[in-house]
C-alpha cells in the first residue's frame, strides 16, 4: 500500500479516538485494526512499515493510544503541514500536491470547520484571509462558457478559454464555486474556538461585501432562497441528475447550499454585535425570514455529520 492515509485524518482520529475506543483497536472483517497492525480489503501494514515524520504541530495523542495511531497521527498532521503554500497571495492550505498552489475556498473552509481551526488557527486564518483577497480580484471575472444569462450579475467575461481563469487567479470563476459561502461559518468557528486570532471587523466588513455584492444576484426574493451547487460537488459530476448542464447545476436551489447561507447570516449577526454594530445585527438575525424559517429544521440534519465530529472533537 503506497497511501497509508489522507491529510483529512486528524479530524477522524480525533473523532473515532473520543466516540469509540481509547485504545483504537477494531476487527470485524474485512476491517481488522491492531494495536501495531492494519488490514482491510486493499491489503496490509504493520507500524514499521510507515515513515518516521516529526510535524511542527506537537499535538499529541493521550499515552494509551497504541503506536499504530500514535505513527498515523504524526504523518496526518504532517501531511496538512506539506500542503502549506506561500506565494504572493500569502501563506495558506492548498488542496495537494496535485493541485498545486490552487486557492479552493470550500476545501479550506470545510477542513478548518473539521479540525484544522483547532490544529493550525494562525495557518487557518491566513488562509481564509487569502480566499477573501483571491475574490476580491476574480469579482464576476468569468470565461465566456461561464456565464449564466439567468442571473443578473455584473458578468465579465475576459477569455473564451476557462482554464485561463485559473491560470490568472489560481482559482475557478465564481460560476463554478456558487457555494462560497461556506467561507463565512469557517470564520466564524475559527474566532469561537481560538480567539486569539478573531479579527471581527475584517470578518465583518468581508461578509457583509460579500454578501452585498457577490451572493445578491443569486437571491429570490420571491422564496427567500439563494440559486446554487450542491455544496462541495463539482458542476456535471455525480452530484446532479444526468445530463444536466453546467447552467442546470447552479440554478437550483440547493438545500445544503441554502444551509449555508442561513449558518452564515447567524454568524455576521454575531459577527455585527462584535463589532457594536446591534441594529445591523438585528438585520441579519431576520432576513430572509422565509429561507430561515424553511432551512432552521433542515440545516439540523444535513449538517449532522460534521457536528458530529465537532462534539466529539470539543469533549
Known sequence: MKKYILPVLPTVFLFVYSAYS????????????????????????????????????????KPEATPLTKKMWAIALNDV????????????????RRYTDRVYTRDISYAGILGLNALYPK?????????????????????????IKEIDAPWEAITDDRKQIMTLFKSNS????TDDVVWVWAVDDLFKSHPE??????????????FDTLYAPWFDTIDGLYKGQNTFQD??????????SQADCVLIKSTSTNCLYYKGMLSLANAAQKCNLPE?????????????????????YLMVPLLIIKTEREK
Request: aromatic share 12%; glycine share 6%; proline share 4%.
Open 123 to 147: 495557518e487557518m486564518m491566513t488562509s481564509l484571509r487569502v480566499t477573501r483577497n483571491v475574490i476580491s480580484k476574480m469579482g464576476y471575472k468569468v470565461s465566456t462558457e461561464e456565464v
Open 280 to 300: 445591523e445585527a438585528e438585520v441579519w438575525t431576520k432576513k430572509p425570514s422565509c429561507s430561515k424559517r424553511l432551512f432552521s429544521k433542515n440545516y439540523d
Open 174 to 177: 465564481i460560476t463554478r464555486r
Open 81 to 96: 503541514e506539506l500542503n502549506l503554500i506561500t506565494n504572493d497571495y500569502g501563506t495558506y492550505f492548498a488542496a495537494g
Open 197 to 210: 486570532v478573531a479579527d471581527w471587523n475584517w470578518f465583518y466588513a468581508n461578509g457583509k461585501s460579500n
Open 235 to 244: 458542476l456535471e459530476s455525480e452530484g446532479y441528475p444526468e445530463g444536466y
Open 22 to 61: 481509547q485504545k483504537l483497536v477494531y476487527e470485524k472483517l474485512p476491517l481488522v485494526l491492531n494495536a501495531n497492525s492494519l488490514e482491510d480489503g486493499l491489503g496490509q501494514f504493520v507500524t514499521a512499515d510507515l515513515p518516521n515524520v516529526s510535524p511542527k504541530n506537537n499535538m499529541a495523542l
